[in-house]
């Protein structure tokens, strides 16, 4: 499996963070020996909500070659989502098997015209921007629906992570993964 992680300036990194150290932990336990991931922005270089600069390796790859792309959130998805050119690069990832986002990162995915007729989730400030973009806003911590994993607010994304991780993979292993990083509070499908 090949993993985009899209990055983008004013992101909330533990949205991204989360989700990144469970998922990741396939590879490094076994399930998954040939699990490889990017960091993908639209530039060189982006830069958190709180100021922690990154540079990042791919700048505006197309995103079909990918097997699951990853979008956080932070308050500059509610002006990313009508960003024409932003949201044509994030339709590449059409094919892609899944699509996941945590927090208002779902509003890109919405944007983009992935989350039609589907239940989703975001933080419960977006709600409202949210609801044109789906087929139902769910307040639950994580969803899935079908090929697509929506997390609530920030604090969803270790719980979205080991939800995706219990779901490509099974229970017993997001427990081993729970274990590794020491997280007793996994509420995907209940406490681990």
Same mark, same amino acid.
């Given at each position: 499996?090949?993993?985009?992680?899209?990055?983008?300036?004013?992101?909330?990194?533990?949205?991204? &963070?989360?989700?990144?150290?469970?998922?990741?932990?396939?590879?490094? %336990?076994?399930?998954?020996?040939?699990? &490889?991931?990017?960091?993908?922005? #639209?530039?060189?270089?982006?830069? #958190?909500?709180?100021?922690?600069?990154?540079?990042?390796?791919?700048?505006? +790859?197309?995103?079909?070659?990918?097997?699951?792309?990853?979008?956080?959130?932070?308050?500059?998805?509610?002006? %990313? /989502?009508? #960003?024409?050119?932003?949201?044509?690069? %994030?339709?590449?990832?059409?094919?892609?098997?899944?699509?996941?986002?945590?927090?208002?990162?779902?509003?890109?995915?919405?944007?983009?015209?992935?989350?039609?007729? /589907? /239940?989703?989730?975001?933080?419960?400030?977006?709600?409202?921007?949210?609801?044109?973009?789906?087929?139902?806003?769910?307040?639950?911590?994580?969803?899935?629906?079908? #090929?697509?994993?929506?997390?609530?607010?920030?604090?969803?994304?270790?719980?979205?992570?080991?939800?995706?991780?219990? &779901?490509?993979?099974?229970?017993?292993?997001? /427990?081993?993964?729970?274990?590794?990083?020491?997280? +007793?509070?996994?509420?995907?499908?209940?406490?681990?």
């Amino acid at each position: 499996m090949k993993i985009a992680f899209i990055m983008f300036d004013g992101m909330t990194l533990l949205d991204f &963070s989360g989700f990144y150290e469970a998922v990741t932990w396939m590879k490094l %336990l076994g399930a998954d020996e040939g699990l &490889s991931w990017d960091f993908c922005a #639209d530039k060189a270089q982006i830069t #958190d909500d709180r100021g922690l600069s990154m540079n990042i390796a791919r700048v505006k +790859p197309d995103l079909s070659g990918y097997d699951l792309v990853f979008v956080p959130g932070g308050w500059p998805t509610r002006r %990313l /989502r009508f #960003d024409e050119a932003y949201v044509a690069w %994030l339709r590449t990832a059409e094919n892609a098997r899944y699509k996941a986002s945590v927090c208002t990162g779902a509003l890109l995915l919405g944007a983009a015209g992935f989350l039609r007729g /589907r /239940r989703a989730t975001t933080n419960v400030s977006a709600c409202e921007l949210l609801a044109p973009y789906c087929g139902e806003v769910v307040l639950e911590r994580c969803v899935r629906d079908g #090929d697509v994993f929506t997390g609530g607010g920030v604090s969803s994304s270790l719980d979205l992570g080991l939800f995706a991780v219990e &779901s490509l993979t099974d229970r017993e292993f997001a /427990r081993r993964v729970a274990e590794k990083m020491e997280y +007793p509070y996994y509420f995907g499908n209940g406490p681990i």
